[in-house]
């Protein structure tokens, strides 16, 4: 194998399956599935390493709860496409997992690199037996993450307090810049090219752009940061307050994979003098969500958390509740909370809450459900439905912070909640303007389902 170039460090791929070295002939697949983008990618730049001619192959995601989702993905994918092309690399769609066996007895792999992705359904079993029915490696590459998630640690961690050491004292040798993406020498064919429209046509009968202000794609995500950097002391100051505009408003980008992580860290890092608040959200907190995903498959119910979490709120499970509301209230916004109903409405509305709201909105559907499973179940489901960054790490465990006390502790016990941490409207008033908040965000929510 090729000496890696400089940037690449070897501990971020693991080798999978049981053959170990490249078929003497063939090109090297690199199965993208997390990290949609040409550039700041290295998955692809370890594919590049084998010194064999690329390809890049996607298996088709169908799942999308709402358009606007669906969208995002679809417009990030063909940019990611042109970019891909512009590199006389193809991009290969596969219509879905089992499909992928035929495509690799198509193209004739000499091996296959796959990046990572720590949620259940993108476990790679399925993938390393076809591999190794194939007699071809599989290198899993961890692109998403700055310290690559079994750099940072061999266990799940406790909290922040105890992966943060761990992640500050490898940061000097993890976060560095990218080299580019070289191209192939020959341009190949693309075997099935994505077709955006036909796409969203197909499974949702329109294509226009949906009323959001995140433009998909890595250019879109660029921008994003690039305003981002520019207020960037102000997040220092005023990240908890909803109603100031100082939070990066970067998750969309990272959930779908169109912008690097790690190109964050390094640009907010490299241009402010204001970075250390930041890094520690988007790496150290970040890569802690990782952590839990990746050691911890029960990340979306009860089993997955801590022990003292299950226990208290087991204990309280029969505790009065005086107000009980189902999904369907709950995604309506029609509680008594106004300051709740709010915050929905910002959700469903912009496809993004703040994350200071995030919190109080997921305590309070704790003290409304009939039980903490369906809390959580409930939790879920909205984030994962309204949301532009659900169905991601971070959003499991910040439900699962905010109602079984997943990377906290134990606080004073109290009804429904028993030891979680408890967080309520007078709370909420003594940390920002609520009626400037609610007043904002009251208009009658709409869905682009």
Sequence with gaps: MKKARLGFNSERAQLRGAIKSLKETGPVVYLMRRDIRANDNWSLLYTQEQSRPVRVAHILEESHPLYRLAWFYAKGLEECQTDLTSLNIPLDIVESVDKLSKYLDEVKPAGLVADLNTLRQYDLSPVIKLCDDAEIPLWEVDSHNVVPVWVASDKQEYAARTIRPKINNKLSDWLVDFPPTSSNSEKLSSIQEFDAEKYLVDGWK???????????????????????????????????????DAISNLSPWLRFGHLSKQRVAWDVKKETNSSANFIEELV????????????????????????????????????????VYDYEQLADSKTYDDLWNA??????????????????????????????????ENTIRLNDTYSMDGRDPRG??????????????????RPIFGKVRYMNYDGCKRKFDIDEYILKHSAKAKTDS
């Design 206 to 244: 329109e294509s226009k752009a949906p009323e959001i202000k995140f433009i998909p794609g890595n250019i879109g995500g660029k921008e994003a940061l690039a305003k981002f950097i520019k207020k960037a002391s102000q997040f220092e100051k005023y990240r908890n307050d909803p109603n100031k």
């Design 284 to 323: 150290v907190r970040g890569e802690l969500a990782e952590n839990y995903t990746y050691y911890n498959k029960d990340y979306d119910n009860l089993e997955g958390a801590p022990n003292f979490g299950k226990k208290t709120l087991e204990d309280h499970a029969g505790d009065k509740r005086e107000h």
């Design 343 to 376: 915050a929905q409405k910002q959700l469903v509305n912009h496809g993004k809450m703040h994350g200071f709201m995030r919190m109080y909105w997921a305590k309070k559907v704790l003290e409304w459900s009939e039980s903490p499973e369906k809390a959580l």
């Design 396 to 413: 499991y465990v910040g439900v699962m912070w905010s109602i079984t006390g997943l990377h906290d502790q134990g606080w004073k016990e």
